[in-house]
């Protein structure tokens, strides 16, 4: 992997100053009109799902991505289940999925009783390879289930490409990708359906909430009823019939207009809060330039069409010292940390997937589980906060 052989020119400049106040991993980036926001719709009483709120975020949406149709959602999950519940997955189906995410990823998929079919990732931007997802479909091959990994696109021309040449779906986990591009397209729109996360460590949140995104009317007509418990209360809504029922299953999937308010309070934002979070993002790049150069560890290299948020800042280190490393820096009050468990490698893979066969091999996968580790990062980092980060790790990589 990626030798830490720190060079001392480097880390000698750097001296562990006084500092006596933890860097959280993240935070979010409340203001006072959001907390405003929530308070005047508590006070309106406009506080359960599909109302005033509601109407306005789709408005906020529509602008955000065009020529789309969103359903605001209690969470991520909810979106991606929504998304596979609409699109009909179900028994005997297989969906193509990257193994480094979250499981929400793959729930989606086995709550359906279909079968997920992990595919490996590619070192230089973490996300699924397309090379490997063609060498996994077969004809039970249903659909595409794509993480844009720490809102850097995946290369979606190959896989879009990849999806019209067998005829599948493709569906993208952009939980972290809100005010990020693929060329001049939003994440979450660049496929047959995206699902948005804002929960309350992505870039902007409202707690616990998400959004399903489509440009296509009929699946957008089927998601909608799904979501609103298997009726047609949203057409009720829009005055569109005189009364609503029971047409299909269905769950409960609708933001309340109370998180609502929150959420649009924070979409006005998006840019502020984007451009606030890659001014710091592109701060550690730089500081840590001459370590990329020398290998000492590794950086994010984007598709060129990738137009990243700055969600996460990673580096992947030696397997054999990060670990070290982390407990250094968590030890000096910096609250780095790791990411993924594979999921192929789960226990409920290994027991409910794979039932006692070979559990396949995934190594950049493996290897990156075991060699990222993640700076805090989050809107209004101060600058004493950043060199902190910057000057305990360095001096992780000297004393560890």
């Known amino acids: 992997m990626i030798p830490i052989l720190c060079p001392g020119n480097i880390v000698s400049e750097y001296r562990l100053s006084t500092f006596n106040s933890k860097i959280p991993f993240s935070k979010p980036a409340l203001g006072e009109s959001d907390i405003e926001a929530l308070i005047q719709a508590a006070r309106s009483g406009s506080i359960g799902g599909n109302g005033a709120i509601t109407k306005e975020l789709h408005t906020a949406f529509s602008k955000l991505y065009p020529a789309s149709h969103s359903i605001p959602t209690t969470s991520c999950s909810d979106a991606l289940e929504l998304s596979m519940e609409s699109l009909r997955i179900g028994p005997g189906d297989e969906v193509i999925v990257p193994s480094f995410s979250f499981p929400s990823t793959a729930n989606a ?66 939980a972290q990708g809100i005010g990020a591009f693929w060329g001049d397209e939003p994440l979450g729109l660049v496929s047959d359906a995206g699902c948005i996360s804002f929960h309350v460590t992505k870039n902007l949140g409202c707690g616990e909430g998400g959004v399903f995104l489509t440009r296509d009317q009929g699946l957008f007509h089927t998601a909608e009823i799904i979501a609103e418990k298997g009726t047609n209360r949203a ?9 609503y029922t029971w047409v299909d299953i269905g769950s409960s999937y609708i933001l309340s207009d109370l998180l609502g308010a929150l959420l649009l309070s ?97 190594p950049i996968t493996e290897l990156v589980a075991q060699s990222i580790l993640r700076f805090p990062i989050y809107a209004n980092m101060t600058q004493a906060e950043k060199e902190r980060v910057v000057e305990v790790f360095l001096q992780a990589l000297k004393e560890t």
């Open 266 to 362: 924070q979409l006005k934002r998006v840019k502020e809060i984007t451009d606030d979070r890659l001014h710091t993002w592109e701060w550690y790049r730089q500081q840590l330039a001459d370590l990329s150069r020398s290998g000492e560890v590794q950086l994010v290299k984007p598709h060129a069409k990738a137009i990243h948020n700055g969600h996460i800042f990673y580096v992947l280190l030696d397997p054999q010292r990060r670990d070290s490393i982390l407990d250094y820096m968590q030890k000096n009050q910096v609250q780095a940390t790791t990411h993924y468990q594979p999921l192929h490698a789960s226990p409920f893979a290994r027991r409910e997937i794979y039932s006692g066969k070979t559990v396949p091999s995934l």
């Open 109 to 174: 998929v086995v709550r359906e009783r279909a079968n997920c079919v992990f595919a490996d990732i590619k070192q230089d931007d973490l996300n699924i390879d397309p090379q490997h997802i063609e060498s996994l479909i077969t004809s039970r091959t249903r659909g595409i289930l794509v993480v844009h990994y720490a809102g850097v696109s995946c290369d979606m021309d190959a896989i879009r490409q990849i999806a019209k040449k067998h005829g599948l779906f493709v569906v993208e986990d952009a």
């Open 235 to 243: 057409a009720f809504i829009r005055g569109q019939v005189d009364k």
